[in-house]
């Protein structure tokens, strides 16, 4: 019983402190949500789109066949990184690594998830605002632009999820048989 409750209280505190951990890097270095996040997600979207990568005065900017997309600190999808962080730390909890390889490993795996999902979400961008964007009416541009965003980000975060759900299930099934 008592192993119990202190299982429960770890998957419950883990993640928040992975979280207020990689939070208040954030504070302490707001620099990194231009300088790596919106870069290493503009490069990879850029790469991706056979483009070069150039700096401009609000961040970075890459062509998709002739339109330019520029990735701001906004697009540094810094709260998806945040997201990710705690469920990480939620999941190697349950998966019942220690406390400090649980919390690096939070916090450090987040930080290519994000820019990798974050190009992906780029590039699903740059083909909406390409293809689908101009055909509806102007005011419905930021939405749409969110609406694409969600529709990457969301989905991603389930199926990460999802895999390491199934990690987990194996790990225990092998474990109990």
Known sequence: MNRDIRFQTKTAWMPA???CINWSVLQLCPWLELG???RAAAWLAGACAGSPVATCADGWKFWFHGL???VTT???ATDYFLLLTALLGWQLARAGVSTLRGLTAACLL???VTITVNALRLITLAVAHRWLIPLAPDTYEHFLHLLFGLAVFLPALVAINALLELRHDRITTHTVS
């Open 68 to 70: 330019p997309m520029l």
């Open 74 to 76: 906004t697009c540094s």
């Open 17 to 19: 402190c992975a979280l």
């Open 110 to 112: 987040a930080v290519p």
């Open 36 to 38: 790596v996040f919106a």
